[in-house]
């Protein structure tokens, strides 16, 4: 399968840890990214490669991935952090493409 | 610093095409992809394609309604979709993408940075 599954919402309390889960076959074969989204902004680039940090990330974003299953985690959520989060991988089963999930919103009470 | 300037806001009927420009500043423009993607309202994300300033690669669900180019005289990037429907209104965002090949697994693509979106609409 080429899709990749996210819960469509997580909520935590500001100095929580947040864990958004992305699922799907490609993800045992394939490098993981993620993509935090605020409203009216333009999707970036939170992790690369299953669990790298770009620069200018804070520390308290990390990823990891165990077979078909990746996980962005947020310690030490901060208000700031309230937006929408989706994952990213290819499917390279056949005809190359790129696919994301669904999406997850993430809300900080 | 690296940036992604996009053109503005555009409006068509359904059945015209639209082309929308993407320029890169910053980096060597001839080092890396360009990747276009798309978000209905309210919807998540969809990637159309890559262009390198020497081959393309569509999504499947776009063979032969769009088509990408690149000018590097400019170090300007271009999709134009064609046979608009109302279901193409969307914003649509460029993305730098380093298009990495592994042995291994193929081909590897991430988006970094994104252009700040151009919102196509089209009406009946």
């Known amino acids: 399968s080429n899709e990749l599954t996210q819960p469509p919402s997580v909520s935590v309390s500001p100095g929580q840890t947040a864990r958004i889960t992305c699922s799907g076959d490609t993800l045992a074969k394939q490098y993981s990214y993620w993509y935090q989204q605020k409203p009216g902004q333009a999707p970036s680039l939170v992790i690369s490669k299953d669990s790298e940090r770009p620069s200018g990330i804070p520390e308290r974003f990390s990823g990891s991935s165990s077979g078909t299953t990746v996980t962005l985690t947020i310690s030490g959520v901060q208000a700031e952090d309230e937006a929408d989060y989706y994952c990213q991988s290819e499917d390279n089963s056949g005809t190359y493409q790129v696919v994301f999930g669904g999406g997850t919103k993430l809300t900080v009470l | 610093q690296i940036q992604l300037v996009q053109s503005g806001a555009e409006v068509r009927k359904s059945g015209a095409s639209v082309k929308v420009s993407c320029k890169a500043s910053?980096?060597?423009?001839?080092?890396?992809?360009i990747s276009w993607l798309r978000q209905a309202p309210g919807q998540g994300l969809e990637w159309m394609g890559w262009v390198t300033t020497e081959n393309t690669h569509y999504a499947q669900k776009f063979q032969g309604r769009v088509t990408m180019t690149t000018d590097t005289s400019t170090n300007t990037a271009y999709m134009e979709l064609r046979s608009l429907r109302s279901d193409d209104t969307a914003i649509y965002y460029c993305a730098r993408d380093p298009i990495e090949f592994y042995d291994s697994i193929g081909f590897t693509n991430w988006f970094d940075p994104w252009g700040q979106g151009t919102l196509v609409t089209v009406s009946s």
């Open positions: 910053g980096y060597t423009f001839s080092s890396y992809g």
